[in-house]
């Protein structure tokens, strides 16, 4: 065994961070490494991290705010942070740091460069994000999941270790099914995409009745949409279960003929490890357009189609549903192109990294 280590594990924010954080810190405590969580406070967090047993650190922080004066309060604020972490440090002295990218692992970055503590970055998107792009330059290492952020991160030590994901993500060894219906996965969820559970429910309740019949629609619409999309479905007779959300995704990846979804970096991943086809829609507002890039990629690779939220129409949806259910052939092409081994031990690789970042 490795010697053991003291890693601070920077993954507040987001579940988007903190998933892929909390999985590489339990493949580091089952290294034999001691592990401090340092997190940024937000609501999320507490409800994502149930079950976790170690010690927890947390520094408030904010995103990026722009305008003349907001840029001068997020520096305030950087700067806040970074002596809250500095002070930190004292007690929880780590031996390395690993940033999951966020804007919360800002400050932990920073104290650690000012104590000679080795830092790592991962970043899960294609194009990297503020928080990466402003801590790269004095990283001991950056992670990343996709060949083309090499593009945006040229002359730095890179290491392609894939997507931490939750220990239930994992696929199964045999083949999947044949069911006698078309399964359609259809990913909603809350972060700004009603008009994907819109645009989706309506085009599924414009199909003819005989191709209703030979669909099954399970529909995650996030909170917000659940009744309203189910009363939808109900009033049109459709074969559907409507979710807000579920614990249990890796099922409904393993049965699924096809996905409609955004582009976030963990739902691509996902995504590969079980190789399920999707139509991927980018949500328009992520910051640097970095859904289109993770969405772009996966199409370059002949495992997704891609349609911007500006230019999909309710007619256009339907007719893509419609070709897919009767086109088995393409999709199970798409079935073997999407699936992606990367993601499978990206929390060990991850975790491998970190010690031999720690040691030099």
């Known amino acids: 065994m490795a010697e053991k280590l003291h890693v601070a594990v920077a993954c507040g924010g987001t579940g988007g961070h903190i998933f892929p954080g909390l999985a590489t810190a339990r493949a580091l405590r089952s290294r034999g490494h001691h592990v401090t969580l340092w997190l ?106 996709f060949e083309e952020t090499r593009y945006h991160l040229k002359g730095l030590n890179l290491v392609t270790t894939g997507m931490p994901l939750r220990p239930e993500f994992k696929r199964r060894s045999e083949p999947k099914t044949s069911a006698p219906e078309f399964r359609l996965l259809v990913m909603g969820g809350s972060g700004g995409a009603h008009a994907v559970n819109e645009m989706v429910s309506e085009a599924v309740c414009l199909l003819a009745p005989d191709t209703q019949n030979a669909l099954r629609v399970t529909h995650l619409t996030g909170p917000a949409d659940e009744s309203h999309i189910r009363r939808r479905y109900e009033e049109a007779d459709m074969n559907a279960d409507v979710l807000a959300f579920t614990q249990e995704m890796a099922a409904l990846y393993e049965t699924a003929d096809l996905a409609i979804c955004r582009a976030g970096a963990s739902t691509c991943a996902e995504l590969g490890i079980f190789g399920l086809p999707a139509l991927l829609i980018p949500y328009p507002h992520a910051a640097s357009d970095h859904q289109t890039a993770n969405a772009r990629a996966l199409e370059k690779a002949g495992a997704a189609d891609v349609v911007q939220q500006s230019e999909m129409t309710v007619e256009w949806l339907a007719d893509y549903i419609r070709t897919q259910m009767e086109e088995p052939e393409r999709l199970g092409k798409m079935r073997i192109r999407a699936l992606r081994e990367d993601s499978i031990n990206a929390a060990e690789k991850l975790a491998e990294t970190v010690e031999q970042c720690a040691k030099k």
């Open 40 to 145: 940024s406070g937000k609501h999320v967090e507490s409800t994502v991290l149930q079950g976790w047993k170690g010690p927890v650190v947390t520094i408030p922080s904010e995103g990026f705010q722009f305008g003349p004066m907001r840029s001068v309060l997020t520096a305030c604020r950087i700067v806040l942070a970074v002596i809250r972490c500095w002070i930190a440090m004292f007690r929880h002295r780590p031996d390395a740091v690993l940033a999951m990218g966020s804007y919360s692992s800002i400050g932990p970055c920073l104290a650690a460069r000012l104590r000679g503590i080795p830092v790592v970055l991962h970043e899960a998107n294609a194009i990297p994000g503020r928080a990466v792009r402003m801590l790269a330059g004095k990283a001991a290492c950056i992670a990343i999941c």
